[in-house]
């Protein structure tokens, strides 16, 4: 089945990434949000990223306008039920993606194809909620979506592989590096990532250096473009507690257990660059100062 029209539910980061890049691929493309503000406050962010497109050059304002005509905002699930393909973007809670998909299932024809962009929950666990698991797959990007070039391609035991292998195709055309991936927590790079980030904040827990000097040797002794700390905070240190306990739950493994740190940091509300405060104290965003312990 060719792939004409694309929903994307979710205009927050991550949903106006895919609803900007899937435009630009050439598809029709319907973004859904749950509040008509919440909704214009996705599609200005697409706006101002296709500005900055115009300004350096990498496309016409043509162009721009183009995509942007072909990129329809909505606050109803109805006007997806003509779409091959619909990204689900929301919130990562088990239960309301459950329950948007059931919504979804009786909205679309039985042949459109749904994908969730998880980071962390089982794909076959969200697809249960339809009558259609075999046309259920993960299509994880990465952020910036616009700007990441991997998306991670989940099956579960019940994906077709004829709609397996379309979706693989579908994250080609969108501009992105397609990796195979089965259903196991965190798919494969939140299996290696998400142990490494653990790890560096047990060092700290234990004393093996600082923040800066934890950051500094993942940056220049094995080339990282950010240390640990640093990642983690841009993440969200809520973020990566939260998949670490879902990683944890399926695995029952040390490495994937969060530290007492981290824990208590999330409890503070000490969430990263988010909230101003995380392994960093960003009051001064030019000038980050690393936290004392």
């Not at 497109?53 to 306008?65: D, P, Q, S, Y």
């Not at 600082?210 to 950051?215: E, L, N, T």
Request: glycine content about 10%.
């Amino acid at each position: 089945m060719a792939i004409q029209k694309v929903g994307v539910v979710g205009c927050g980061l991550m949903g106006a990434g895919i609803a900007q890049i899937s435009a630009q691929a050439g598809f029709a493309t319907v973004v859904r949000e749950v509040t008509a503000e919440l909704l214009e406050k996705g599609l200005r962010g697409i706006d101002k990223n296709l500005g900055r497109l115009v300004e350096k050059g990498t496309i016409t304002e043509a162009a721009k306008n183009e995509i942007r005509g072909r990129l329809h905002g909505t606050t109803s699930l109805e006007d997806l039920k003509d779409c091959e393909v619909v990204v689900e973007a929301i919130i990562e809670k088990l239960p309301a993606k459950r329950a948007l998909f059931a919504e979804l299932d009786a909205i679309c024809p039985a042949n459109t194809m749904f994908a969730s962009n998880t980071s962390s929950l089982t794909i076959t666990e969200i697809a249960a909620s339809t009558n259609r698991p075999q046309r259920f797959v993960g299509l994880h990007f990465f952020n910036p979506v616009p700007v990441m070039k991997l998306v991670e391609v989940v099956r579960t035991i019940a994906t077709d592989e004829a709609v397996y292998e379309e979706m693989v195709a579908f994250g080609a055309k969108l501009g992105k590096t397609p990796v195979r991936a089965n259903d196991s927590g965190g798919f494969i790079v939140n299996r290696l990532l998400v142990p490494y980030l653990l790890d560096a904040i047990r060092a700290l827990e234990e004393g093996a250096g600082s923040v800066v000097d934890i950051d500094n040797s993942m940056k220049l002794g094995c080339g990282y473009p950010m240390g640990p700390f640093t990642l983690l905070d841009f993440v969200g240190l809520d973020t990566t507690y939260y998949i670490s306990q879902i990683m944890f739950d399926e695995f029952k493994e040390k490495r994937f257990a969060s530290p007492p740190l981290l824990k208590r940091m999330v409890l503070a509300g000490w969430h990263g660059k988010k909230t101003g405060r995380g392994f960093y104290d960003y009051s001064d965003p030019a000038n980050p100062k690393p936290m004392e312990r």
